[in-house]
């Protein structure tokens, strides 16, 4: 257990690294090229308009790496070859062609936490499904367990 918790200490610092890095050059990418949703407003128009609705929906320039599936799929795909180089120049490595590291980052993260509560269920009755009704209830439980452990890991 402390072997896995550790692991997920780990997965976190690394995520924590890694977030900064990633999101910062998808920002920089979004704001030099200032691609716009409009592929997207236009297809929600036409799907509320196929039903009778009128949709005002305004087009809106695509700053937010979150909001990247707004993107039409030629700049989408522009914006993956730009992201691509970004990656390469900060010098983040992945496994397999077209990974983004932060989105590794945050899956290894999970499966570490994954097994940190497999592991503890005997200890504390919890399983991980119980624990995932909401991921709220999750965050709360991992920190319960994380802070158990932690003082197995402070500096001596």
Known sequence: MIEAARTVFSAMAYTATVRPVVEGYQRAVLERNRWTNQ?????????FAERGVEKDLPVEVILNPNRTSELSEADFS????????ERIKAKLSISNPGECPLLVAENLQVQ??????????????????????SLKLRER???LLLKIFAPQF???
């Open 141 to 143: 439980y991992l920190d």
């Open 112 to 133: 570490a936490e994954r097994v940190l509560i497999d592991l503890c269920e005997p200890l504390t009755g919890i399983k991980a499904e119980q624990a995932s009704y």
């Open 154 to 156: 402070s500096a001596k």
């Open 39 to 47: 592929a997207f407003v236009e297809q929600v128009k036409t799907r």
């Open 78 to 85: 522009s914006y993956l070859e730009e992201v691509e180089k």
